[in-house]
Structures are given as structure tokens and as C-alpha cells.
């Protein structure tokens, strides 16, 4: 349209006049788009960011006076599964203290009791020690007011030096490229973990908040309208020096290299699932990223971006918006095009040197405004057609991903929170004994291991539609019927189980004959209605999932499922919905954990032979007269299952329970209903 009507009104009549015009037009396109903050150029211009530190730059020698207290999958497999006893960090605490640790600051929080006198020994250790600083992570609304926050329990807050917020609050991306240094609850300013790191280090008792700095000591720490500090990163995870927590505990560590140093105690072990996406690495350990706040603040390395850069950014859209359009008047495309690209690569050489001395400017508008010059430019100098005109903007719109932008502004309702009711399956997988086995192997064998065993179990569940929610340690959870409505969920359910259960078979014939381990699967399936949708917190982190309590039995089965000591245990609602197909043996009527109404529960059998069948009938029998407290009926049908099938677990539990009847006999009321007190 501005072709157009520039080439029917000003070419011919004020052709002097057109150039400028043309000039100014792509010099303010970009100023608007740097302006309004447009998402599509600040997701690139923030994986500039992330390019200038791993690609550019690379690591820089980190401070000297931190380190890392390794909460690693060595010290889990030498202490047992985290969370440990508070013990431990006394123990730790008295290494630390004898060593003469500067600070100590855990990125954990205790708040929940142990026992007392445990509880007592830790606040006490805490106390003595005199240098120790506990996490406390808040609750934020969307204009990231706090709205909540769990805190350690108070005798032990009360014996610490301090506390600090452990909040790393994500781009859009889910890169972590800022820390609010200071948050405030009930009137007084919490610092973060990392900056009581630095406070420490620097020898500073308190800190005093300004307009878009926080003054600590010497040194002004450039912060936004939130406090938030941009984190210049030293480098991918490793690059502060580890002492495994077990290490340290049991005097391997040489105490010199912990005397006067600050120290991070958090979790490394992937395992714990304290992960953090970082410009360097996907999975940074979140403790890291604390530290590097805290040498960030030490070396004095800040990164900024204030009203400074902002002008140092407009300055250069129009230096090289003006000396693009100069350059596609005067010469040729074919030697334009050259000449503005080595421009614009000399301005990005230049905004990373800048960048070296600790100030972030625009890699993307000024280039952007370059770009746009020469499109414009170039159009006008060749009377290009309108209709080439037209397809010259189409191309430039799809290499900004105008079509998605329009998407999102016809369609708002598909980045908001919220959800709608869904009749589902849902089902949990977990593996057997997972702990002891992987408390055998290294961490690099696990981690193989459980890639091929969840590449092929995502591979069958795909092929009967299922959705992969999440991975959760070595389990899956998986659902059928949302997004999209599918009315045969709970049969696709069934069949992946079954499928998956072959396959586990098929996988486990391979790893003995390659020499190694086979482990095999469990799980639980419940159908029913769930919410489902995007839920989150809006503009940081969102996800499709499903909330609601089909979910929670679900899980509950999977659980009951070691229990009983069988492969897929079944819901009520899902053994409805797929009698007529599948084979099931009837196991008991429980009242689980946080539930008052008690759910019958059935085994998933594959197809069954006449002697199968002969015994899962007689078990049926046997629940009967069990039901009817026929204790001595019950003890025999029970007894003549095991006689034909060693091991069943179901037909142990339910003699051993018709013997203590027998003893004990239950209430009048009773119903037949087994209390399960684990989850």
C-alpha cells in the first residue's frame, strides 16, 4: 500500500521528496517494533543472550571464593534416598564449621518436622555454626506480588544468620537470564540466596534499595523496576568447584579447601529434579545459578541494560536505517546487498564487544532496521510492481512470523489459563525396585537404561494414541481422551498396557542377552472425569495437563499395584468400560488414603489358558466366601490357589488376613472393604 500510493502521488511530481520519506518509514517501522516490545524480535533478541555467553564468549574464570556442596547421586547412593535426615546436615555443618567455612547457604528449606530432638540438634548446630543461611521460596501472583511462602520451621529459621528467597523466576522461553536480587513480604525486603552470598563475601551487613540499583557497599548492583539483576553467567555447569555432600561428611575433603569460602550446599543429582535451563546448559543445577548471582555481584561483572543502552540502541536502528537507504540509492543491489550485510555483521562484532564490557545492546532492531532499509529501499529504487511489492512484504511477514503474531491476537484464548472437563483415562507407570537398582550402577548406565526403556514405551503409547504427560523419575503418566475426545479411552488404555507389557518383555530378553539387568514394569489406570488444560502461571511457565481426582487414584493404584504384588492394577470405573474385551481377576475392595468411599480393584490378565481360568474362578470363590466371612472356606480356596500358582500375592494376603480373622474376628458393620494406610 506505501509503494503504491508513494508511486501514483510522488514519483514524477516530487521524486526528491520520496527517498526521505522512504527512509523515515523504515527507520520508525523498527523504532515502533523496539518500542512495543514486539515477542517474536525479544525472543531472538534474548537468544542473542544466551549466544553471546556459549558461543562468543564462553566460560571466565569463576570466583575463588565459592564452591559448590555437591548434593550429588554419590552422596545418594552412600546416605539413601533424598531427603535425608537432618543428622546429616549437622554432621555437615560441624565439618563445615571446624573447616572454617565463610557462609554456608542452603538452597533448601526444613519446613517440615522431623523429630524434636533432631530438630532441636539441627537448630542447635545452625546456631553454633553462626554463618548459616536458609531458602525460603514465595508464592507469586502475575504481577509478581507475593501471595505465599513456606518458610523453614522457626526455631530452626530463628538459630540462622539469615534467610534468602531461592525464586528463579524463567523467560517466556524457560531460559533463566535474571534474579530479583530482593522481594518483599510484609513489608521487608528479602534478598535472594545468591546476593546473602555476596553480602558475605563482601564483608556487608545490609544493603540499601534505589531507584534501579541496590547499593552494597561500593558497589551499585544495576537492577529493573523489580529488582532484578541481569546474571552474567561464567560458564556451563561444572565451573565452580563440587565437594560431595557425602565427602565432606566423612572428612574427605581437605578442610583448606573449604576455610573461608563461600558455600552453596544444593542438589547436582538429576534425580532430584533441581534443574534449571541456563544460557550454557538445559540442566544447570539451580544452586549454580545462585552462586553465579552471588559472583556476578562479587567480581563486580554486571550486565546492564538501562535507558543508556536503550538510547545507544535507537541511535544505531537510525545510523544504519539512514546509511542502508544511502547505500541502495547510490550503488547497485547487487553490490547493496554485500555492503549492508558487512555492515550489519560489523554492528553485531560491535554490540558483542560492548557487550564484554558489561552492557547489553540490541544485536536484532539495528541489523532489523538495515534489513528493512533495503527492502524498502531497493523497491523504490527498481519500480517494482505493486503486486511485487505485495510479495516482497509476504516474504518478510513470514521470515517474522507475522502469521503466528495474527494467530495469537485473533485467538488470545489459546494462551490463557484455564481448563474444561474431560472424560479420560488416565494411567501410571512405574519400575520395580528402581532404587536398588539403581543404587548398583553408575549414573551414566541408569541414564541409558532409562532413555531406551521410556524411548520404548513412548513408542507404544503413541501407537494406541496416548499422551505422554510427563516423565516422573522412572515412572510415565499417560492419558487418553483430551485434548481430543477419544469415546474408546479406557480400551486404548487397556491395549497399551498390554502392549507395553510385551514390549517389556521384548526388551528384557534383549538386555540378557547383551549381559545386563532386565527390570520390569507396574502400574495403575483409572478412568473418569479430570480438568484439563493450560495450567501454569501466566507470561512464565504453562503446560496441557490434567488435574481433578481420577488423577490422584490413578497414581494411588500404581502404588497399591506393588502392594498386591501385580503388574497393571484397574479401577472400578475402567474394569466397567472394558469388561466385555479384557480379562480381569476381581482383587479387593480398598478405602485409600484421603478417601472415604472404598473402590473395588482388578488385575489386568493377558489372554488365559483353561488352567488359568480354573484358578482365577476359584479365587473369585474364594473372595466370596472371604466376603462372607467364611473364614475356613476361604483359607482352603486361598491355599489350593497357591498350590497351583507359588507367589500369588493376592491369594497371600487374603489367607493371611482370613487367619487373623479367625482370631480377631471384625466388626459387625464390616463391609469387606481393606484400609490401605500407604499411599
Not at 545490609?206 to 541496590?214: T, V, Y
Not at 520395580?432 to 526403556?453: A, D, M
Not at 514390549?503 to 480438568?531: H, N, T, Y
Request: glycine share 8%; proline share 5%.
Amino acid at each position: 500500500m506505501i509503494l503504491s500510493l508513494l508511486k501514483e502521488n510522488l514519483i514524477g511530481r516530487n521524486s526528491k521528496a520520496a527517498p526521505f520519506l522512504l527512509a523515515f518509514i523504515s527507520v520508525f517501522i523498527v523504532i515502533a517494533l523496539y518500542y512495543g516490545q514486539n515477542s517474536f524480535l525479544e525472543a531472538f533478541e534474548a537468544k542473542t543472550y544466551d549466544l553471546r555467553f556459549r558461543d562468543l564468549r564462553g566460560a571466565i574464570p569463576p570466583s575463588p571464593d565459592i564452591a559448590i556442596v555437591a548434593i550429588d547421586d554419590k552422596s545418594i547412593a552412600e546416605l539413601g534416598r533424598f531427603p535425608w535426615t537432618r543428622s546429616q546436615y549437622v554432621r555437615l555443618l560441624d565439618r563445615l564449621s571446624a573447616a572454617g567455612a565463610k557462609v554456608v547457604l542452603f538452597d533448601e528449606f526444613f519446613s517440615e518436622h522431623e523429630t524434636a530432638a533432631i530438630d532441636r540438634s539441627f537448630a542447635a548446630a545452625i546456631r553454633k555454626a553462626g554463618n548459616v543461611v536458609l531458602a525460603v521460596p514465595f508464592d507469586f501472583d502475575k504481577e509478581l506480588r507475593v501471595i505465599g511462602s513456606t518458610h523453614s520451621l522457626p526455631e530452626i529459621e530463628r538459630a540462622a544468620a539469615g534467610i534468602g528467597h531461592i525464586n528463579l523466576l524463567p523467560e517466556d522461553d524457560g531460559v533463566n537470564r535474571r534474579n530479583m536480587l530482593l522481594v518483599e513480604e510484609n513489608g521487608e525486603l528479602v534478598p535472594s540466596l545468591g546476593l546473602m552470598g555476596a553480602m558475605a563475601a563482601l564483608g556487608e551487613k545490609e544493603f540499601i534499595p534505589g531507584s534501579f540499583e541496590i547499593k552494597l557497599g561500593k558497589r551499585h548492583i544495576p537492577v529493573d523496576e523489580n529488582y532484578s539483576m541481569w546474571i552474567n553467567y561464567t560458564g556451563p555447569p561444572g565451573i565452580y568447584p563440587r565437594y560431595s555432600f557425602i565427602d565432606i561428611v566423612n572428612g574427605r575433603v581437605d578442610p583448606a579447601l573449604l576455610r573461608g569460602k563461600v558455600l552453596f550446599v544444593g542438589a547436582t543429582a538429576l534425580g532430584i529434579y533441581d534443574m534449571r535451563v541456563t544460557p550454557f546448559h538445559s540442566n544447570s543445577p539451580g544452586v549454580e545459578v545462585h552462586a553465579t548471582v552471588a559472583d556476578s555481584i562479587i567480581s563486580g561483572r554486571f550486565v546492564r541494560r538501562t535507558g543508556l543502552e536503550a538510547l545507544f540502541d535507537m541511535a544505531f536502528i537510525v545510523v544504519l536505517g539512514l546509511v542502508t537507504f544511502y547505500l541502495t540509492m547510490r550503488l547497485r543491489l547487487h553490490v547493496a546487498i554485500p555492503a549492508v550485510f558487512l555492515l550489519s555483521a560489523g554492528y553485531v562484532w560491535l554490540s558483542y564487544w560492548i557487550f564484554l564490557q558489561g552492557h547489553w545492546v540490541s544485536m536484532i532492531y539495528p541489523p532489523l532496521a538495515a534489513m528493512i532499509a533495503l527492502s524498502i529501499g531497493g523497491s523504490f529504487r527498481y519500480l517494482v510492481l505493486d503486486r511485487s511489492a505485495r510479495e516482497m512484504r509476504s516474504m518478510f511477514s513470514s521470515y517474522l512470523s507475522a502469521k503466528l503474531v495474527a494467530r495469537l491476537e485473533k485467538d488470545p484464548d489459546a494462551a490463557k489459563i484455564g481448563g474444561d472437563n474431560k472424560e479420560v483415562t488416565v494411567l501410571f507407570t512405574d519400575i520395580k525396585g528402581f532404587t536398588t537398582f539403581s543404587e548398583r550402577r553408575p549414573p551414566q548406565e541408569i541414564v541409558t537404561r532409562l532413555n531406551e526403556y521410556f524411548a520404548a514405551m513412548v513408542q507404544v503409547i503413541e501407537q494406541f494414541d496416548g499422551t505422554v504427560d510427563k516423565f516422573i523419575g522412572d515412572g510415565i503418566m499417560v492419558y487418553w481422551g483430551a485434548p481430543l475426545a477419544q469415546p474408546d479411552h479406557a480400551k486404548l488404555a487397556i491395549s497399551c498396557m498390554l502392549a507395553m507389557k510385551k514390549e517389556m518383555a521384548r526388551l528384557g530378553a534383549k538386555w540378557k542377552e547383551e549381559g545386563v539387568e532386565p527390570f520390569s514394569i507396574r502400574g495403575g489406570a483409572q478412568s473418569g472425569d479430570v480438568v484439563a488444560g493450560n495450567i501454569g502461571c501466566h507470561g512464565k511457565k504453562m503446560e496441557y495437563t490434567l488435574i481433578g481426582d481420577t488423577v490422584n487414584q490413578a497414581a494411588r493404584l500404581e502404588g497399591t499395584a506393588k502392594y498386591y504384588g501385580v503388574d497393571f492394577l484397574i479401577g472400578e470405573t475402567t474394569y466397567l468400560m472394558t469388561r466385555d474385551t479384557y480379562h480381569y481377576r476381581e482383587l479387593d475392595k480398598v478405602r485409600v488414603v484421603g478417601k472415604q468411599v472404598p473402590v473395588t480393584i482388578y488385575e489386568l490378565l493377558g489372554a488365559l489358558s483353561e488352567p488359568a481360568e480354573a484358578w482365577v474362578a476359584k479365587f473369585d470363590a474364594a473372595l466370596a466366601h472371604y466376603r462372607a466371612q467364611r473364614w475356613e472356606e476361604a483359607e482352603k480356596c486361598f491355599a489350593s490357589i497357591l498350590g497351583a500358582v507359588p507367589g500369588d500375592r493376592p491369594s497371600m494376603i487374603c489367607l493371611e488376613r482370613c487367619e487373623h480373622f479367625k482370631v480377631n474376628p471384625p466388626a459387625v458393620e464390616w463391609d469387606g472393604v481393606f484400609n490401605r494406610m500407604d499411599k
